[in-house]
């Protein structure tokens, strides 16, 4: 089963409220848990002993003058910024600090992120955050991680995110979900490990990805976007439990859902004023958002919103979704052959004029 089904199957699954093992393990089974339970353990006594906590970076970011930008930060330890050695160096403050340059405003970060959290804890962390501020203008949600690590049933995850998203819209508030993280890119991880890693991650990220276009936000893919200069510069971009993100890592990831963020709350430079459209030459498109989302799940850094194809926000296969490239940069690949052949599935189309042209199959 290709990713573009196993996605769009958890999503469904999570959205009439299944769930259960079959959602959970798929074909691995009962052996491949138990090798991963042992791995596991091995990688613990590998990978650094954790440090407590994360900076405080709650407060106002930027200057300028009206009223403050009110920005949510939910999610698991990336989100809090474990291994941070400053508050200004967390995602939600780097990502407050591009917002305020943008608009001239100031940026108010209400963080309420927990190290160690997973998807069912995102409801308690949205409660507290309302209970600061009433409407947020907009939240970027990181979870996921612990969700694979814990071996939690994807499509229960997938659920939680989802109802999360839900209430954050149905405020007004616009919602930038960067997706389960690669986590086949922790190097000190044996294999087979780090390979079923690699494919509960992307496979949750790719789900994550169809639920929340699904109920209104928009996702960014992180992948594994830090994982070649993890590779090269382990003491560079890893902290000091050589599991989490160093400030340059976290740096990174924020650079990914800055622009995302921007863009959702109408702020990002596209040149002549209007929507950016997607360009085919940078490998962007338009198609069923399973299909987008698997495609977006193997390039970090690309972001999945809803659209429309004339004038219908859906197709014979579900939501239509808008795939872009927006960080910085040269073009990346338009293609990835072995994922392609691995499921069988074309890729997202350039929208061109009316009708846009949609994937052939998934």
Same mark, same amino acid.
């Given at each position: 089963?290709?990713?573009?089904? /196993? ?20 074909? $691995?089974? %009962? ?42 930060? $939910?999610?698991?330890?990336? %989100?809090?910024?474990?291994?941070? #050695? ?10 407050? @600090?591009?917002?305020?340059?943008? @608009? ?48 939690? #049933? ?51 990220? %790719? ?10 936000? /928009? ?6 976007? $830090? ?74 850094? @690309? ?54 042209? @949609?994937?052939?199959?998934?």
């Amino acid at each position: 089963m290709g990713r573009a089904r /196993r996605a769009r199957r958890i999503a469904a699954t999570a959205a009439y409220g299944g769930g259960g093992l079959a959602a959970g393990i798929g074909a $691995l089974g %009962a052996l491949g848990y138990g090798v991963l339970k042992v791995e596991a353990m091995m990688a613990r006594r590998i990978v650094g002993q954790p440090f407590d906590g994360a900076p405080d970076d709650n407060g106002v970011y930027g200057a300028g003058t009206g009223d403050p930008v009110e920005l949510v930060v $939910l999610g698991d330890s990336s %989100a809090a910024g474990m291994g941070c #050695d400053h508050a200004h160096q967390t995602v939600g403050a780097i990502i407050g @600090t591009g917002v305020s340059a943008l @608009t001239g405003r100031p940026v108010r970060l209400t963080n309420s992120a927990v190290v160690g959290a997973e998807s069912a804890d995102l409801e308690l962390q949205l409660a507290n955050a309302l209970d600061v501020v009433a409407r947020p203008d907009v939240a970027v949600i990181m979870v996921g991680a612990n969700d694979v690590t814990h071996r939690i #049933d994807r499509a229960v995850a997938v659920r939680h995110l989802e109802q999360v998203v839900r209430a954050l819209r149905g405020l007004g508030t616009e919602v930038v979900v960067g997706t389960c993280p690669d986590l086949g890119t922790i190097q000190p991880i044996p294999q087979p490990l780090r390979l079923l890693g690699r494919r509960f991650s992307r496979d949750l990220a %790719a789900a994550q990805t169809v639920a929340v276009v699904e109920a209104g936000g /928009r996702t960014v893919s992180l992948g594994d976007l $830090l994982g070649p200069e993890f590779a090269e510069r382990p003491h560079e971009m890893f902290s000091e439990d050589r599991f989490h993100p160093s400030p340059a890592g976290y740096a990174r990831a924020a650079a990914a859902l800055l622009p995302s963020v921007c863009a959702a709350l109408g702020v990002w430079p596209e040149g002549s004023g209007e929507p950016r459209t997607p360009d085919s030459r940078r490998g962007e498109g338009v198609g069923p958002v399973a299909v987008a989302a698997k495609y977006a799940v193997m390039d970090p850094g @690309t972001e999945v919103s809803a659209t429309d194809v004339g004038g219908q926000s859906r197709g014979p296969r579900g939501r239509w979704a808008m795939l872009l490239r927006r960080p910085r940069g040269g073009a990346p690949a338009a293609t990835d052959a072995g994922a392609t052949a691995e499921a069988g599935e074309s890729k997202p189309t350039s929208p061109g004029p009316a009708p846009r042209h @949609t994937i052939d199959s998934d």
